[in-house]
Structures are given as structure tokens and as C-alpha cells.
Nanobody, 120 residues
Framework: QVQLVESGGGLVQAGGSLRLSCAAS????????MGWFRQAPGKEREFVAS????????FYADSVKGRFTISRENAKNTVYLQMNNLLPEDTAVYYC?????????????WGQGTQVTVSS
């Protein structure tokens, strides 16, 4: 398994931007699909974005399309989530996930999460 550590969360005003990072340990990072999920208070964890091992295929939740961009640097064992035009409803704990493919991320490894708070 791979160990994941998220960073980059914080407090931002609506319309602002944040970039989340997820650093992974292990020599096999480049073989994993990676993704971001989030969980708001009182709600279930939901999918945000995912990227395959090569960075070629990316998927987004409808709620973030056009605002969020997922990317990865395999040489740095890191995946990113660039979040622009943030909305108060984006407030949540954001989790990084790693798995054998983008369809099974929820069954793989998870980070501890990073808080994102968007004020109106």
C-alpha cells in the first residue's frame, strides 16, 4: 500500500483559489490511479476528481467541472488539486486516495484529509 499525506487546505473567500497537494510514499506511485474526495459536515464522502496513472485520463464531479483541475507529477510522487472560483459549498475535508484504477479508488489507500473552508 501507499501512504498519503495531504496539504494545502485553509480558509479562503468565495471566488478565491487553493491548491491541494498529496504526497505519496513508495516506489510504485506512478502505477496508481489517484483521486480526491471530500466530506462536508453531516454529509457522506463524495467523489471530486480522479486521474489515471499516466495523467492522460481525468474525471470530475459535475459540481467542480470547469473550476477544479487534477494533475500529477510522478517524479515527485505528488498529485494536485487546483481549485479556482471556490464556493461556500466547496467547504469540506478533502481526502486523497490511491488505487489500482480510477473506478476502485474508494477501496484503496486514503490520506488523513485537509480542511478547506470557503467563506461567503
Amino acid at each position: 500500500q501507499v501512504q498519503l499525506v495531504e496539504s494545502g487546505g485553509g480558509l479562503v473567500q468565495a471566488g478565491g483559489s487553493l491548491r491541494l497537494s498529496c504526497a505519496a510514499s513508495g516506489r510504485t506511485f506512478s502505477t496508481y490511479a489517484m483521486g480526491w474526495f471530500r466530506q462536508a459536515p453531516g454529509k457522506e464522502r463524495e467523489f471530486v476528481a480522479s486521474i489515471d496513472w499516466s495523467g492522460t485520463r481525468r474525471f470530475y464531479a459535475d459540481s467542480v467541472k470547469g473550476r477544479f483541475t487534477i494533475s500529477r507529477e510522478n517524479a515527485k510522487n505528488t498529485v494536485y488539486l487546483q481549485m479556482n472560483n471556490l464556493l461556500p459549498e466547496d467547504t469540506a475535508v478533502y481526502y486523497c486516495a490511491a488505487g489500482p484504477n480510477t473506478a476502485t479508488l474508494s477501496q484503496g489507500s486514503w490520506g488523513q484529509g485537509t480542511q478547506v473552508t470557503v467563506s461567503s
